[in-house]
């Protein structure tokens, strides 16, 4: 029996949690889980936690706009998010 594969987008933030979500991304990946991370752009800190993560979705009531219609996150898809630093999911 094939299993069907799920899929989770998560927002990274910007941050760290981008780095090892993508190594669990391919360690649980058998499992049927999908991985996708978005707001993943490490290398750059002037964009860690700038309007996207866990605490801005938290504090300004707000989505992300790498989540919102066209931006290749389907209607009804499981999200999650992290904040900066990766030790808050939301």
Do not use: H
Not at 11 to 24: F, P, Q, S, T, Y
Not at 27 to 40: E, F, Q, T, W, Y
Not at 81 to 88: I, N, S
Request: charged residues 25%; aromatic residues 4%.
């Amino acid at each position: 029996v094939a299993r069907r594969q799920e899929t989770l987008y998560v927002d990274c933030a910007n941050g760290v949690g981008a780095l090892k979500l993508k190594e669990l991304s391919s360690c649980i990946a058998p499992s049927g889980l999908k991985l996708v991370a978005k707001n993943d752009q490490t290398g750059k800190d002037d964009v860690l936690n700038q309007g996207c993560g866990a605490e801005f979705a938290q504090k300004d009531r707000k989505v992300p706009a790498s989540f919102l219609p066209g931006s290749g996150v389907p209607q009804m898809a499981r999200c999650a998010a992290f904040d900066g630093d990766a030790d808050r999911l939301g």
